[in-house]
């Protein structure tokens, strides 16, 4: 979506276990004009069980290291239920290579449009 030709806001979520990340991240979204962070969730589980009755985002803000469903897994699942939702991968990780190495399988599956 184009922001300059639809005056609706770029809806978007984060999936972030910090607290005081996932807060800060979704209230400079928040700020940003033509975005707007309607959900944000400590869990991939959390917000796949909200992806069941909710409307799906435009956007999600993803971290990669969740505990229990790792983001990496996550972005499978998402995708399965919301194939039209972007999702935008984060880490405080600095090891590449691993980053890499575990998202392969997963981002194989997904063509990304350039």
């Known amino acids: 979506m184009n922001p300059s030709t639809d005056d609706r806001p770029i809806t978007l979520w984060v999936i972030e276990d910090n607290d005081t990340y996932r807060n800060a991240i979704a209230a400079l979204v928040n700020g940003t004009e033509g975005m707007h962070c309607t959900r944000a969730f400590e869990s991939c589980e959390k917000a796949l069980k909200t992806l069941e009755d909710d409307v799906a985002p435009e956007v999600?803000?993803?971290d990669i290291g969740l505990?229990?469903?790792?983001?990496?897994?996550g972005l499978g699942r998402i995708k399965a239920v919301s194939p039209s939702t972007d999702l935008i991968m984060l880490t405080v990780s600095d090891d590449e290579k691993q980053i890499f190495v575990n998202s392969l399988p997963i981002l194989t599956h997904?063509?990304?449009q350039l």
Do not use: D
């Not at 505990?67 to 897994?73: I, K, T």
């Open 60 to 62: 999600i803000l993803m």
């Open 67 to 73: 505990p229990g469903m790792s983001g990496v897994e």
């Open 110 to 112: 997904f063509p990304t």
